[in-house]
Structures are given as structure tokens and as C-alpha cells.
């Protein structure tokens, strides 16, 4: 299953790996950051799983891990670079040694320190499409952002850019820069975004899914009494925009969502996991989503949609009804 990265031309696999959690732990001085410890050698041979499996898009920032998750993926990529297509995200500054995120950057010699260094640790010459990191960052200030970015392109540095947000407004600058091919937004089965998916249809951009299982709730892992470890994003010291676990476990709300639509997505002989990718592919022809991972297993599963159709209209349907959103 293929699908092009918007507009850019470049071909991908309909499914791309998440590596936020292979970073490990990271914090902003306050919250946990990471997914908890990983193991190093596992993730790479996770990274090398994927491969194996089909799938060749594999979406990273240089804040996960406060630079580890870009190591990690750089490593394992070694002998296969030509054969993949590499997202990374800037705008964080950190510390690598202490894995402490610091503040931001978004000044044009900021991006292009940030671009240089990501370079280094994926050990890669260009990056195929570079990501601006910031959700909420004011889109009437957006513009010096994105002509940097369009130089950079010009450069040979990177190939496309595009924004991580989950608000058209600030999409839509970005949108009219003729190097951006992407919009990475939050979007599953419970949790939709009409008016970004419209927008990438609308100027044939990819929409990338980040939080396509719902940070793990939609998956056979967790039910109301699994506890998220202390230093995971989703334990009890969790950030504020954290909605899918409270107080270290899953959130209620978002839990009885998962289980109105648990039979519908596990048709087929799908996991619910598997059920959740497909609601993606067939919501919308831009959608590719990007499962995190930490583990060979969790790959396999997550690849493994790739063997099942989206899925049918009528399914799609029953689940706009069950979820009251029609």
C-alpha cells in the first residue's frame, strides 16, 4: 500500500513509523517528555522490522529523546538511507546531556543550526521533508518561518517542509508555500479533524497522523487499571495536554469511546490496532499515519494493516453513528 507525500511527489509506504518513543526519556524540567526507558538495540531492530515489512517513512523530531531518537534512527538506517524518506521536526532547544528541553527558536540562523544538526545525528546529507514543531505558534508570525524554510529547500538541504498542527489557520500559511507538502495533525478514529484534513485535500497535502492509535488507547494494551510508568508522557506527572490518560491511566471518557467501536474496527480478523489504521487510510486519500514503536512486535502488528483494505463505507458509517458525530 503506497500513497504520495502530498504534493512533493515523493512515494511512501500508507504507513510510516513514529519514533518519539525510541528517544527515551526527556523532560521539560517539569513534565516527562519520552515514553520511558527503551532499549536501544530493540529499536533498531524495529527500525530494521519496519523495513522488512514494507514500510520506508519513518517521522522523528530533533526534541525526542533530546536528540537520541534521531541518533537511534541514524544508526539503524546506515546501508538503507536510499531506500527511505526521513521526517524530522525543529523549533525545540535542549541539552543533550542532561535530556532537558530549554526553550525554542524560531529565528532563520535558529532553523539552520537546528537543520545542521539534525543532519549530523541522522547522518544524512538532506532531510526529505522538515517539520516545524510548534502547535500553536501565532500565524500571522509564521511567514519569516516558512520563506526560511523555502530557502532550505533551495539549498538542497531538505526536499519539502511542512507544520505539525492541528489548526487550519495556522496550516493554511504554510499551505501557500510552494516546497510545503505536508501538514502533521492529530487524528484517529476518536478523535477527527474535518477542517485540517479538508485543508490538505483541498492543496494536495499529505496529512500526516500523529496519535493515530490515541498514544496507545487503541490497542488490546490498556484498560482502566493499567498504570503508565513515572517517567512516561502519559504517567501522573503527564503535561496538561495530555486527554487520552489522567492521573497515570487511561482517561474514562476516551476509554468507553474505544469500546463503542472495538467490534467494528476488530473485523476481519483485525486487531483493534490494525482496525484504527485502516479508519485512517479510508478516511481520507492524504492520511498516513505513523504508529509510535518501541518494540519488533509492535511493528509487525502495526505493518500488518497493511495486508487489509481501509475500511467500507458502511463501516466508516456505523462508526460516525455510534460515535454521535453525524
Known amino acids: 500500500m503506497r500513497r504520495y507525500l502530498g504534493r512533493s511527489g515523493i512515494e511512501v509506504s500508507a504507513l510510516g513509523m513514529g519514533c518519539w518513543a525510541i528517544g527515551g526519556p526527556w523532560t521539560d524540567g517539569k513534565n516527562p517528555l519520552g515514553w520511558g526507558e527503551i532499549d536501544d538495540g530493540e529499536s533498531i531492530r524495529a527500525i530494521h522490522a519496519a523495513i522488512d515489512c514494507g514500510v520506508d517513512f519513518f517521522d522523528t523530531a530533533n526534541v525526542y529523546g533530546a536528540g537520541h531518537s534521531e541518533r537511534v534512527l541514524g544508526r539503524a538506517l546506515a546501508g538503507h538511507r536510499s531506500k527511505v524518506v526521513i521526517a524530522t521536526k525543529f523549533n525545540a532547544v535542549f541539552d543533550e546531556a542532561t535530556r532537558l528541553a530549554t526553550g525554542v527558536d524560531t529565528s532563520p540562523d535558529g532553523i539552520r543550526r537546528a537543520l545542521e544538526d539534525s543532519l549530523s545525528r541522522l547522518n544524512t546529507d538532506c532531510i526529505d521533508l522538515y517539520q516545524f514543531h510548534d502547535n500553536g505558534f501565532p500565524a500571522d508570525e509564521a511567514l519569516p518561518v516558512r ?89 501522573e506527572r503527564s503535561p496538561d495536554w495530555m486527554k487520552y490518560f489522567k492521573g497515570g491511566r487511561p482517561n474514562p471518557e476516551w476509554l468507553a469511546k474505544r469500546e463503542t467501536v472495538r467490534e467494528i474496527l476488530s473485523s476481519e480478523g483485525r486487531t483493534v490496532a490494525q482496525g484504527s489504521l485502516a479508519w485512517l487510510w479510508a478516511r481520507s486519500p492524504k492520511n498516513i499515519p505513523i504508529p509510535g514503536f518501541r518494540t519488533v512486535k509492535q511493528v509487525e502488528e502495526n505493518a500488518g494493516a497493511m495486508e487489509f483494505d481501509p475500511l467500507l463505507p458502511e463501516q466508516m458509517q456505523e462508526i460516525e453513528g455510534v460515535l454521535k458525530r453525524r
Open 147 to 235: 520563506e526560511t524554510l523555502e530557502e532550505l529547500v533551495v539549498s538542497g538541504k531538505i526536499r519539502a517542509y511542512g507544520w505539525s498542527t492541528d489548526f487550519p489557520d495556522r496550516a493554511e500559511v504554510f499551505a501557500q508555500g510552494p516546497h510545503c507538502t505536508a501538514i502533521q495533525l492529530q487524528l484517529n478514529v476518536l478523535d477527527d479533524n474535518p477542517a485540517v484534513v479538508d485543508l490538505c485535500e483541498r492543496y494536495d497535502l499529505a496529512a500526516i497522523n500523529r496519535g493515530p492509535l490515541a498514544m496507545g488507547l487503541l490497542t488490546n494494551r490498556y484498560d482502566a487499571d493499567t498504570e503508565a510508568s513515572a517517567d512516561d508522557v502519559r504517567g
